[in-house]
């Protein structure tokens, strides 16, 4: 057997490998779309998960382009149980790229846990940033049609009734956009403390 064909056979083992990975990370990352939780200091209808933590791991351990394909793969998936017809699941995919994709491409440049803690924050800080735009255009409008506007905004005075909070403008500046952030460093923390013990599992290296 020349080179030439061991380099091809162990590049279609590599190929499968992260196929395989990033099915097993898409998958989990689906069912964590499902545990989610309420949490303080927000609305009910805000909720915590932690479903783009399979997705930064791929983002590291194999590529920022497999990252983003556990975002597309998850939801995809949740697309068969959505009640806003797609709508939450395209803001899901977009926040998800905005965080994963910038991490990874960060992390690439020298694998460091400097660079992977780094890529991390900066992934958080994007997707924070750009859910401004993502619930003011794309999710909220088509929350208006189930809930009236005025009604969205009594539900985040009701838990700040401290604030003067007038416009939804300033509902997702004061509790979504930082709510967003906190959500990703929760995910970064929790891959930046596993990704060490998980790197031989997930890259078949021993």
């Known amino acids: 057997m020349d080179t030439t064909e061991t380099v091809k056979i162990n590049n279609n083992k590599v190929n499968v490998r992260s196929m395989t990975v990033t099915a097993m990370l898409s998958a989990i990352a689906f069912v964590l779309m499902f545990l989610d939780t309420a949490v303080p200091f927000v609305p009910n209808f805000i909720k915590l998960d932690v479903s783009e933590l399979p997705a930064l791991m791929a983002?590291?351990?194999l590529g920022p382009v497999y990252g983003v394909v556990v975002c597309l793969i998850?939801?995809?998936?949740?697309?068969?149980?959505?009640?806003?017809g797609g709508v939450g699941e395209l803001s899901n995919f977009i926040l998800g790229v905005a965080f994963v994709l910038p991490a990874g491409l960060i992390y690439y440049r020298k694998k460091t846990k400097k660079n992977?803690?780094?890529?991390?924050?900066?992934?958080?800080f994007l997707m924070a940033a750009i859910s401004f735009p993502s619930n003011l255009f794309i999710v909220y409008p088509v929350y208006y049609n189930f809930m009236p506007k005025d009604v969205i905004i009594g539900a985040y005075q009701a838990v700040a009734p401290f604030a003067e909070i007038k416009s939804i403008e300033q509902?997702?500046?004061?509790?979504?956009?930082?709510f967003t952030f906190v959500k990703g460093l929760i995910s970064a923390?929790?891959?930046?403390?596993?990704?060490q013990?998980?790197?031989?599992?997930?890259?078949?290296?021993?």
């Open 59 to 61: 983002s590291f351990a």
């Open 189 to 195: 923390i929790i891959t930046v403390l596993i990704y």
């Open 74 to 84: 998850k939801n995809l998936l949740h697309l068969f149980m959505t009640t806003t």
């Open 171 to 178: 509902c997702l500046l004061f509790f979504n956009v930082p």
């Open 116 to 124: 992977a803690i780094l890529g991390a924050f900066v992934g958080a």
């Open 197 to 206: 013990p998980l790197r031989p599992l997930l890259k078949g290296k021993n």
